[in-house]
């Protein structure tokens, strides 16, 4: 027959516990985005989109809502 082990926590063990179930979550999003950078940054492609983007930017070459909107003809409230 197998026996059961009992296990006995100190206060202390509660409370890395508690430490480590709210730090890993945020560990897992912060992994998650660097992964993202990772991959990003090894995509060639994306990255002359994102730096002919940041020329746009540079160049004003950009329309904001409102331009938009008003190069639709249409009136901020109808939207």
């Known amino acids: 027959m197998i026996g059961l082990v009992e296990v006995v926590f100190t206060e202390e063990d509660r409370k890395y516990l508690r430490t480590l179930a709210e730090e890993v979550p ?3 999003v912060i992994l998650e985005e660097l992964l993202e950078t990772v991959e ?3 995509d060639e492609s994306l990255l002359r989109s994102i730096r002919a983007s940041e020329r746009d ?3 004003g070459r950009l329309l904001g809502f409102k331009g938009l909107l008003k190069e639709l003809g249409l009136d901020e409230k109808e939207v």
Request: hydrophobic share 45%; aromatic share 0%.
């Open 26 to 28: 945020k560990l897992r």
């Open 57 to 59: 930017v540079r160049g």
């Open 40 to 42: 990003v940054l090894g």
